[in-house]
């Protein structure tokens, strides 16, 4: 089955903690993309890959960083959590055209930062 | 002004009416638009997308669009209480700039 999976589903954590939130997509996609999601204000942009060892930011990069070492994995890494990340994150892939095909998102992780 | 604005609803509408759903976008370079479904807790699903003017049906959902008006809406007939969700409009403005919509909120009453 097509898809993108994130792990973990839930995490709650301390504040300065690091932690490592999983993307891995099947689809043979060349663009990836993690974002957040927040009451009213919607998905906003994190970072992008547009391939291998290709990234960039979004909109809301501060305290997050992203790897793509490999084609099919995105790992978002957050090296000192805060409790402003506390949010609902989305990974997403889309074929090379991205955009004419639009995104898969991956199921979410719920953070919470104590 | 923001990007991509949506009414945050929520929208209620009995089952079998039609359900309109609306978007607005600001950049007038933007070149194809998307509707996603999100339902509570859930991650977005891609439903509909649409490049051109004027509308585009897929079984109960029709998107149409007016670039002139800058203006993007999603219909869906016959509603059902499955359709209860929140509704994501997104935009792409070219090149790597997606922009998504707060989303908009539809109760389907049986």
């Known amino acids: 089955e097509a898809q993108v999976t994130q792990n973990p589903r839930y995490l709650i954590t301390v504040t300065g903690k690091k932690l490592t939130v999983t993307c891995s997509q099947n689809?043979?996609?060349?663009?990836m993309s993690w974002y957040r999601q927040d009451p009213g204000l919607g998905l906003r942009q994190i970072y992008y890959?547009?391939?291998?060892?290709?990234?960039d930011k979004g909109d809301v990069p501060e305290g997050y960083k992203v790897s793509r070492k490999e084609k099919r994995n995105f790992p978002l890494i957050l090296e000192s959590p805060s409790p402003n990340q506390t949010s609902l994150y989305f990974c997403?892939?889309?074929?090379?055209?991205?955009?004419?095909?639009?995104?898969?998102f991956g199921s979410g992780t719920r953070l919470t930062v104590v | 002004q923001k990007e991509v604005e949506q009414n945050s609803g929520p929208l209620s509408v009995p089952e079998g009416a039609i359900a309109s759903l609306n978007c607005t976008y600001s950049d007038r370079v933007s070149q194809s638009f998307f509707w996603y479904r999100q339902y509570s807790g859930k991650s977005p699903e891609l439903i509909m997308s649409i490049y051109s003017n004027g509308d585009k049906e897929d079984g109960r959902f029709t998107a149409q669009l007016n670039k002139a008006s800058q203006y993007v809406s999603l219909l869906i007939r016959d509603s059902q209480p499955s359709d209860s969700a929140t509704y994501l409009c997104?935009?792409?403005?070219?090149?790597?700039?997606?922009?998504f919509g707060a989303g908009t909120r539809l109760t389907v009453k049986p």
């Open positions: 997403a892939s889309s074929p090379r055209d991205r955009g004419a095909y639009g995104y898969t």
């Open positions: 997104a935009v792409n403005r070219g090149g790597n700039d997606m922009r």
């Open positions: 689809m043979n996609h060349e663009y």
């Open positions: 890959s547009m391939n291998v060892e290709v990234t």
